[in-house]
């Protein structure tokens, strides 16, 4: 008996994801027209060392880079997640790998870190850092330049069917050899409590448990969890400070639930076109946590969740954080390329979370310390990623 290929078409259309990016014709034009300002800033005469726009790295989208360019990225993260750490083991006994080195430094700095003055400065040399580490002690070479940028409004959100708007689908999560792994394989959990208040407690995703496929697959998480939003970790953990050797599976819950509501194009551009200080600026990307609101910073997160992905200090544990990051430090680079001689030595809020204890607030001579990991910076330092140690663009 023949089977006619009529038959078995509509078969074979079903086993093949259909995943159509959202657009991100706004956040690009944005972006061009910053890069057109930065020209004409740079020609000025701004630039006094040896870092022009030309010979500046170019960081770029994680769907745009080829198969090889992506497994090159991967494996030189999964070589530092194999290096022997620096930290000091009596310290932290939980730090076995330069990436729990970078890790640690999260966890111990987070209350010093996010809604503070240095925020988006210190990310910004953090996710230099690593970026260093790769290239100098695991021979990432990246392409012509190097990229490792997460498009948080290239992730799908609501377009024509249920199907393009999970994230699942995007190159970063689909699981596959060129992903960043997929998701976790679905355990029972209950719905993710993000926020400190239950305004948007996340449902529970197809996901919840540890990560079988992609570069990831079986990887091991070693420090933390300080803050987890999974249940099941929360038992193993209440009692440690992050520094404590806890091996468990990597896991995630990745949701569009979040994506769509919080991290949409449209939230990318009003973020970058409504608001004019800096103030305004980094505590709307940050969320209002009291209204229910993640922003695209606390989205991008809980787009990932999981374990270490849903704990504020842990997030780094998932490799998915840096290309997150990314994005976050392409948006305050294309926020200070719209008007760059008011929007490149400000400063706003204090040195604690939330003002929480009341501290003074941050100045642009404070130093950002990732102690173990580099020679302490100061923030006027970051603040140009062309303008001092930093040299790079984003395409
Ligand atoms: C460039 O200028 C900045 C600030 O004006 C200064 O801190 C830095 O030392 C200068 N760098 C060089 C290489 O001259
Ligand atoms: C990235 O890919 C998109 C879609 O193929 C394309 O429109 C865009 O120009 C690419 N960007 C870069 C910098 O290559
Ligand atoms: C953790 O942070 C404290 C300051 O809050 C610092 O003194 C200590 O050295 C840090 N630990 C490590 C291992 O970096
Ligand atoms: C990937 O890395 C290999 C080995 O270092 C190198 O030969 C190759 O050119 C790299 N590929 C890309 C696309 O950068
Ligand atoms: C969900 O939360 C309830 C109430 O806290 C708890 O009893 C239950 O064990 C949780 N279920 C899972 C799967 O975590
Ligand atoms: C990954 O974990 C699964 C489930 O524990 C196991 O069956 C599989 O052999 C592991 N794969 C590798 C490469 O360690
Ligand atoms: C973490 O907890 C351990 C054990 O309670 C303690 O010895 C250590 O000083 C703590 N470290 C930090 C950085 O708080
Ligand atoms: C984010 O964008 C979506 C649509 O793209 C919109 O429905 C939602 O209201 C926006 N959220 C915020 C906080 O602006
Ligand atoms: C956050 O939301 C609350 C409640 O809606 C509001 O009172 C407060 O002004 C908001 N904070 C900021 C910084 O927008
Ligand atoms: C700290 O900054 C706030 C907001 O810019 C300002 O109102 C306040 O006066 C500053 N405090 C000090 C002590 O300078
Ligand atoms: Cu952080």
């Not at 750490?85 to 932290?92: H, L, M, Y």
């Not at 990436?99 to 700095?109: M, P, R, T």
């Not at 498009?151 to 689908?169: F, G, H, V």
């Not at 400000?346 to 040195?351: A, F, H, M, Y």
Request: aromatic share 10%; hydrophobic share 35%; charged share 15%.
């Amino acid at each position: 008996m023949r089977f006619s290929s009529v038959v078995w078409a509509p078969l074979f259309a079903l086993s093949a994801a259909t995943y159509t990016p959202a657009s991100t014709a706004n956040t690009d034009q944005l972006a061009a027209n910053g890069l057109s300002n930065l020209a004409t800033w740079a020609a000025a005469g701004n630039l006094n060392g040896t870092c022009t726009l030309q010979n500046a790295a170019v960081r770029r989208e994680w769907g745009n880079l080829t198969n090889s360019e992506r497994s090159n990225y991967t494996n030189a993260v999964l070589c530092l997640m194999s290096t022997p750490a620096k930290t000091d083991a009596t310290q932290v006994p939980g730090a076995k790998t330069r990436y729990d080195d970078f890790l640690y430094q999260h966890i111990n700095q987070t209350l010093t870190i996010h809604n503070t003055a240095n925020f988006l400065s210190w990310h910004r040399w953090f996710v230099y850092t690593y970026e260093q580490a790769l290239r100098n002690e695991c021979g990432y070479t990246g392409y012509q330049p190097v990229s490792i940028v997460f498009q948080t409004s290239a992730m799908p959100y609501l377009t024509k069917s249920s199907i393009a708007a999970d994230p699942i689908n995007s190159p970063i999560f689909d699981g596959g050899d060129y992903s960043l792994s997929g998701n976790g394989v679905y355990e029972a959990h209950n719905c993710t409590e993000g926020l400190p208040t239950d305004l948007s407690c996340i449902p529970a995703g197809q996901g919840g448990g540890c990560i079988y496929s992609g570069p990831f697959k079986n990887s091991t998480v070693h420090l933390g969890p300080v803050s987890p939003t999974l249940a099941e970790s929360e038992i193993v953990t209440s009692e440690n400070n992050g520094t404590i050797y806890n091996p468990r599976c990597l896991k995630r819950d990745v949701s569009s639930w979040v994506s769509t509501r919080w991290s949409t194009e449209d939230n990318s551009t009003t973020l970058i076109t409504e608001n004019s200080d800096i103030d305004s600026f980094q505590t709307t990307m940050q969320g209002n946590f009291t209204a229910g609101s993640y922003g695209v910073h606390g989205a991008g997160h809980f787009t990932i969740g999981g374990d270490p992905g849903g704990d504020i200090y842990t997030s780094p544990g998932d490799p998915v954080f840096w290309l997150h990051h990314g994005q976050i430090d392409r948006t305050w680079w294309i926020w200070q390329n719209q008007d760059i001689a008011n929007r490149l030595d400000v400063i706003s809020g204090t040195l604690t979370m939330n003002d929480s204890p009341a501290s003074r607030n941050g100045t642009l001579d404070d130093l950002l310390d990732l102690r173990v990991l580099a020679d302490p910076v100061a923030i006027k330092d970051v603040v140009s990623t062309l303008a001092g140690p930093l040299c790079y663009i984003y395409m």
